[in-house]
């Protein structure tokens, strides 16, 4: 990664340090070294910024080279490398959450890795993210003739299930690590570390931001809350699912893997948790503004589909037709006048009826707090909320006792991409040093869109 950039996650986005002087990531303590992994999300950062800029063609080099996390000094990690048919086959394709989005035989080979993988299978094809996300970028395939505000938005939201995806994975490994025993702080700990830096990320001015972890902070902004800024009894997602990591972590270094897919299975449950909760508040601007004007946004059509895409093959794997149904009724292929009359009430009905598979209830979910009932009734769709349930806790866990090496940061040699950027009320050129383009893409971020 660009030196100046990298210092910058280092000592602002992760200050507190272990005794093994791995950087703390969003009160997460890594016991090996995923400097270079938490720094894929400034990929997704630049990706964001050139998409909402239209600049697809800056955003595709990006997502298919990769700038900021070096596997070597000759080797980055991207995005795509992430989610491609070739990725798909080699390591995807043997673990849960990426089964569940796909179609059996698949997923682990082991019973004991297989706990808690339900039958439902979407049935997509193993790439689907790619294929998402490169015909957004270049126009083609389902987004030939679709706006560009769909385009951008497919792209923006499309890269954070990528990360969710690989996140899983990680955790996959991390648990086969452990199955065969390798559970030093550089084996299945290392993994399992990993899982979390995709996920949340190391960028320098906000904990969390542009990770997936941040998609799931904004749910809980959205559903944990009423109208009147008071806190409900839903789950809160983003404290929830790093106590979940926690115990994983702790698991994997004492070798415990029925405690580790325990973990693996809450962490999907929150995944889970916040395309649902996605999926309600997006459905409803579908047709309705937020002060009940009936306009339909393509935008907003785009959001309930790609923020739901993230997880629905784990609510599928949970409670069988719930994700290809709400994917269905939620498809971006559809024009307006294709859409059903009332999208949130049946897409509503459909997941409230997949709650309990999940392990959760109306009131962990909770309501979207700007829902506007006199316009969305939904007095016609039946969804009865099952039985109140609970769900683990988790644990706070602080290791200080790593012996995994320290590393240090990589350089891979990638110039960052030159282009002009405009962005509603701002515009910038970035220059084509990475100390540039790192101060211009600080400055824009907080125009991009939630």
């Known amino acids: 990664m660009a030196s100046l950039r990298r210092i910058a996650a280092i000592t602002l986005g992760a200050a507190a340090l272990c005794s093994a002087q791995h950087p703390v990531l969003g009160g997460y303590y890594p016991v090996s070294n995923v400097i270079e992994h938490a720094q894929m999300v400034y990929d997704v950062e630049a990706i964001t910024l050139f998409a909402g800029a239209g600049s697809y063609a800056e955003a595709k080099s990006v997502y298919t080279e990769g700038r900021n996390s070096c596997k070597s000094s000759t080797s980055r990690r991207s995005l795509q490398g992430f989610v491609s048919e070739a990725t798909y086959t080699s390591k995807l394709k043997g673990t849960a959450f990426a089964c569940s989005f796909t179609s059996s035989p698949c997923g682990p080979s082991e019973d004991a890795m297989r706990v808690g993988l339900g039958s439902g299978r979407l049935a997509l094809a193993g790439n689907f993210w790619d294929k998402f996300i490169t015909e957004a970028l270049d126009g083609t395939g389902d987004f030939a003739g679709k706006s560009d505000a769909m385009r951008k938005t497919a792209v923006k939201k499309g890269v954070l299930g990528v990360l969710t995806m690989y996140s899983a994975y990680e955790l996959e490994s991390a648990i086969a690590k452990a199955f065969n025993n390798e559970t030093a702080d550089a084996q299945a700990a290392h993994a399992w570390d990993e899982g979390w830096a995709f996920l949340y990320g190391s960028h320098h001015k906000d904990g969390g931001k542009f990770g997936a972890w941040e998609f799931t902070m904004k749910r809980d902004s959205d559903f944990c809350v009423d109208a009147q800024n008071q806190a409900t009894a ?56 937020s002060s009940g004007v009936a306009k339909y946004s393509d935008e907003y059509h785009m959001e309930a589909y790609a923020y739901f895409l993230a997880a629905a093959g784990w609510i599928e794997q949970a409670s069988p037709k719930a994700g290809e149904e709400v994917l269905a009724l939620l498809d971006f292929k559809k024009s307006e006048s294709q859409l059903t009359a009332s999208v949130y009430c049946e897409v509503r009905a459909k997941l409230v009826a997949a709650f309990a598979g999940l392990g959760l209830d109306c009131d962990l979910v909770g309501d979207w707090k700007g829902h506007n009932s006199t316009v969305l009734p939904c007095t016609s769709t039946t969804a009865t909320c099952p039985a109140k349930t609970t769900v683990p806790e988790g644990i706070s866990y602080t290791p200080t006792d790593s012996s995994a090496s320290v590393g240090t940061n990589t350089d891979c040699g990638a110039a ?35």
């Open 416 to 450: 960052f991409i030159t282009t002009t950027v405009t962005l509603e009320t701002a515009t910038s050129h970035a220059p084509s040093t990475a100390a540039g383009a790192a101060l211009i893409l600080a400055a824009v971020s907080s125009l991009l869109a939630a």
């Open 234 to 289: 839903a789950m809160e997602g983003k404290t929830t699912v790093l106590r979940y990591f926690m115990a994983g972590q702790k698991a994997s270094r004492e070798g415990d893997v029925a405690a580790m897919v325990a973990a693996r299975n809450d962490i999907y449950r929150v995944f889970a948790l916040s395309s649902i909760r996605a999926a309600l508040k997006y459905s409803a601007l579908i047709q309705y503004s």
